[in-house]
């Protein structure tokens, strides 16, 4: 039975570190498997983790001391709340590890331990009738893991209360500003040349590429730090208010009472649409979002998004004639 460490080395650290800049991201899992953590005998709890590194180090840490079993399912590297929405962490999955494990054979018991997040992939009625086992949910963090061991599986609404902090918003951002780069850089250039073709020169075009970025870091940095403060319930619409602040800003600094009429309006409806775009995807970041609340709110944004792009765009050829 493999024996694992709940002390995180410089290495795992240092992993934790890139994936949170997208760098081997996908290649960031451990092996499915069972997993001793301390000397646990068949009395001892089985704690259900994904494979996502991250996640099991997170969980094996936050269980130093402790004689636990860790079963880790197959999620191909995703995090437990988004492996439960994509069905990796599931039904399926749980009564294939228990079974693959011999799970019945080392411990006397029949209960696993799964994170609350895990829920929505998994139908607990579904993995007794098969397994044997039956699913009782923990807690939503596993740093309240070891108080829950501690009060005999007493699960205390703190335990359940969901946050969204502003910590937990920021640790979000690099992945998310990676990510945005390439298609920046793209979009940048062509907004370039578009300016050349049109008699902006290098000036106007990299002025252009400015207030892009801008509008960029405004949805993917600017709106999730701000959440909570800007109006609104939808990402989107969050996204819309940050770029009209950033438009606003860029207007001012750069003299926009001299730019005429198509142009203003070329900004103020294409900047803040760029920045709803980048906004709108932290609805998959967050768990305050179901994915039926992502779908409709990209079923009425994008279309809205695209719209205005595409008027900002025409206005600022137009006004580059008047």
Known sequence: MPQVSTELLLADRTGAWKVRWGIGRMDYLVPPGLYAIGTPSPDTPVVVTANYKMSYDIVRSSLAGRNVWLLVLETYGINVWCAAGKGTFGTDE??????????AEIVGHRRLLLPILGAPGVAAHEVAKRSGFTVRYATLRAADLPRY???GGVTTPQMRELTFTLRERLVLVPVELVGALKPTAVVATALFLVSLLLGGGAAGGMALVAAY?????AGVVAAPLLLPWLPGRGFALKGVFAGLAWCLAWYLAAGGSHWGVPTTLAAFLALPAVSAFHALNF???STYTSR????KEMRLSLPLMGSAVAAGLLLLAAGSFF
Request: glycine residues 12%.
């Open 94 to 103: 749980i009564v294939r590890r228990v079974k693959a494990t011999r799970l």
């Open 149 to 151: 061991l501690d009060t």
């Open 213 to 217: 970025v801008g509008a960029m870091l």
């Open 283 to 285: 609805t998959g970041c």
């Open 292 to 295: 039926s609340g992502v779908k």
